[in-house]
């Protein structure tokens, strides 16, 4: 397990089962903390320096979330991706986001593609092996938009609580040759169809860009096998 006591500093004026929450979380989903991963409750105490019960609270919350199994009196470790749940968050994705994406390009064409290709050029900056964080977060901003336009930011809180294990599986994809390549390109393709005011033509580009990860789910467990529940 990495430990890095400067990168998620804990903020002492706040509660911090919260803080130490959103930090597993972020390591488990940007893969830092890989599936099977032990995760030793003395060990995070020590890490951020706090007593057992912020952490147990912490770690509560991620079992709640499906993202750790605790095994009681033996041990607490990263859950594995599960496929069925990651298959139904990609569901929920679709259903939301192709509506979203219709309604804008009728409503409001010119400036959602303006704000989308915003997001696009930054996101590009960042396609690189090293910059991956960066790159992942610039991906969630860009499909935020979409949320934030139509004015269902509160779906999008529901949204990124159902879709841990499809992020943590396209996290897995991501590395893969042509990846990065690939979702520009298909941002770029969303971003061409709203301009066009044809939300059909937006809709197409859309499902083709969630489907991404999904389509090639067989190549994935093959590679991780270690990794993914089926």
């Not at 041990?75 to 259903?95: C, G, M, N, P, Y």
Request: net charge neutral; charged share 25%.
């Amino acid at each position: 397990m990495k430990v890095n006591r400067t990168e998620f500093p804990l903020d002492r004026t706040r509660q911090v089962a919260p803080q130490i929450l959103e930090i597993l979380r972020s390591r488990i989903l940007s893969m830092d903390l890989t599936p099977t991963t032990v995760l030793s409750r003395v060990s995070l105490q020590s890490e951020f320096n706090v007593s057992q019960t912020p952490v147990r609270d912490a770690l509560m919350r991620l079992e709640e979330e499906g993202l750790v199994e605790v095994y009681p009196q033996y041990a607490t470790v990263v859950a594995k991706i599960d496929i069925e749940h990651a298959r139904q968050a990609h569901f929920l994705r679709l259903s939301i986001e192709l509506e979203a994406v219709h309604r804008l390009t009728l409503a409001s064409p010119t400036e959602t593609a303006q704000v989308l290709e915003r997001v696009l050029r930054k996101q590009e900056a960042m396609a690189s092996p090293i910059q991956f964080d960066q790159f992942d977060s610039l991906d969630r901003e860009f499909h935020r938009t979409l949320f934030e336009r139509n004015g269902i930011l509160g779906l999008w809180t529901t949204v990124r609580r159902q879709s841990v294990h499809l992020d943590r599986l396209r996290r897995l994809n991501l590395p893969m040759p042509g990846k990065l390549e690939t979702v520009l390109a298909d941002h770029s393709a969303i971003v061409e169809a709203v301009r066009s005011g044809e939300p059909e033509k937006a809709v197409a580009a859309m499902r083709k860009h969630l489907s991404g990860t999904l389509s090639i789910t067989d190549i994935i467990c093959a590679q991780y096998p270690d990794f993914v529940r089926r």
